[in-house]
């Protein structure tokens, strides 16, 4: 019998995962697991966030689902949670805006008619934070992906499929990585 062992969540930047659309399974079955491969050689199956909810709305029609806006110091991340989330979705309903969040779910990758492809975080759980919570995710992922582009030096079967796809420039985002520091300091 096997056991079931969760995926750690990766952590990231907005800009990062709004740049990544190469999303695939490992495995033949409906059941495998699905995965968001990013620019910086990331294989995330889930990841873990840490922003400001800026705005919230509930969108559903019969039923409750709410999107939710969660800033970074690089850009935004969409959330959505509904029946299948009801903690997060209830969570989404009572909080006040702006407020410091960390958000812990799934990516997911949809591609419009057009060919545009969005990415957004279906979350598993939601929990108000306090600011000093939010400044050390972004040392913690700035860490991470500074780690991620100095992998992408390296023969990983991922870190080649993701330089293939995106053409990744390391430049790019080791300024989005200063920037988002950056962005700490500013605030004292």
């Given at each position: ?23 695939f ?79 812990a ?6 591609e ?24 050390m ?27 293939e ?8 985002y ?15």
């Amino acid at each position: 019998m096997s056991t079931y062992v969760r995926e750690v969540a990766k952590r990231m930047f907005a800009k990062e995962f709004r740049n990544s659309d190469l999303s695939f399974r490992e495995g033949d079955d409906v059941y495998s697991p699905q995965y968001l491969l990013t620019p910086t050689g990331a294989r995330v199956n889930r990841l873990f966030i840490v922003g400001t909810l800026i705005e919230k709305e509930n969108i559903g029609n019969e039923a409750e689902y709410w999107r939710g806006r969660v800033t970074d110091p690089t850009g935004t991340f969409t959330i959505y949670a509904g029946q299948y989330q009801p903690e997060a979705a209830q969570l989404l309903s009572e909080c006040e805006t702006p407020a410091f969040v960390a958000v812990a779910g799934k990516p997911s990758v949809y591609e419009t008619p057009d060919g545009d492809t969005i990415t957004s975080i279906r979350p598993e759980s939601i929990s108000i934070v306090d600011g000093n919570t939010r400044d050390m995710w972004v040392v913690d992922t700035a860490i991470q992906t500074i780690n991620r582009l100095h992998d992408l030096d390296g023969s990983d079967t991922y870190v080649i499929r993701a330089k293939e796809h995106y053409n990744t420039d390391k430049g790019s985002y080791s300024s989005m990585v200063l920037d988002a520091l950056k962005s700490l300091k500013e605030q004292i």
